[in-house]
Nanobody, 122 residues
């Protein structure tokens, strides 16, 4: 089951967006997921993850303090609240199930779901 990201768009520098992540048409759930992004000409990078069982979260240094990952258990939906956006945050954002614990954020080796484009204008 692939996770689908949504909620991207065009925003000015300093603006905010909230991305959502859910499993399309399925009731399957995951204990932990991560958010990834791929900027033009760059490799995909993991930026945040959350483990809903332990409450553990992880943030890449470049987004720490600006992005907040969360989970709505009733909706089985994961979120990434992005504040104080910068042009360098421009990328396609993806979500995927990954290990997330005190050892860090794992990587995803499966098939990627649909991403959502975030464009931050200067």
């Amino acid at each position: 089951v692939q996770l689908q990201a949504s909620g991207g768009g065009l925003v000015q520098t300093g603006g905010s967006l909230r991305l959502s992540c859910a499993a399309s048409g399925a009731t399957m759930d995951y204990y932990a997921i991560g958010w990834f992004r791929q900027a033009p000409g760059k490799e995909r990078e993991g930026i945040s993850c959350i483990n809903r069982a332990s409450g553990h979260t992880y943030y890449l240094d470049s987004v720490k303090g600006r992005f907040t990952i969360s989970r709505d258990n009733a909706k089985k939906t994961w979120y990434l609240q992005m504040n104080s956006l910068k042009p360098e945050d421009t990328a396609i954002y993806y979500c995927a199930p990954v290990p997330c614990d005190v050892q860090g954020m794992g990587y995803y080796t499966g098939s990627w779901g649909q991403g959502t484009l975030v464009t931050v204008s200067s």
